[in-house]
């Protein structure tokens, strides 16, 4: 098991910046790839970002490549969502989520492959 606390979110203007943070507590967080999910209002959750056990292999949703990184501190129990040049069209609850997946270079984007899920964080931009 493994709880996941999101933090950081908030109201920026168009093109300012944020960084979101996930705090794992429980088992091993290096064991684990870690994800970050988007639902904006009236639409479905989507995949943002997702990162594997050891950092080395990152993925990105097409709408957001080049403007965020995902980061992850192993030491620290914490995956990192660095989203700059914010767009309106950002705004909506991010989820962090987590799986097992050690030794895996695969990220999934799917949000079935997911087990464990955080309570979200909202990010509002203003035009």
């Known amino acids: 098991q493994v709880q996941l606390v999101e933090s950081g979110g908030g109201l920026v203007q168009a093109g300012g910046s944020l960084r979101l943070s996930c705090a794992a507590s429980?088992?091993?967080?290096?064991?684990?790839?870690m994800g970050w999910f988007r639902q904006a209002p009236g639409k479905e959750r989507e995949f943002v970002a997702g990162?594997?056990?050891?950092?080395?292999?990152?993925n990105y949703a097409n709408s957001v490549k080049g403007r965020f990184t995902i980061s992850r501190d192993n030491a620290k129990n914490t995956v990192y969502l660095q989203m700059n040049s914010l767009k309106p069209e950002d705004t909506a609850d991010y989820y962090c989520?987590?799986?097992?997946?050690?030794?895996?270079?695969?990220?999934?984007?799917?949000?079935?492959?997911?087990?464990?899920w955080g309570q979200g964080t909202q990010v509002t931009v203003s035009s």
């Open positions: 989520a987590a799986h097992l997946g050690y030794g895996l270079g695969h990220v999934s984007s799917l949000q079935s492959t997911y087990d464990y």
């Open positions: 429980g088992r091993s967080f290096s064991i684990y790839a």
């Open positions: 990162i594997n056990w050891s950092g080395g292999s990152t």
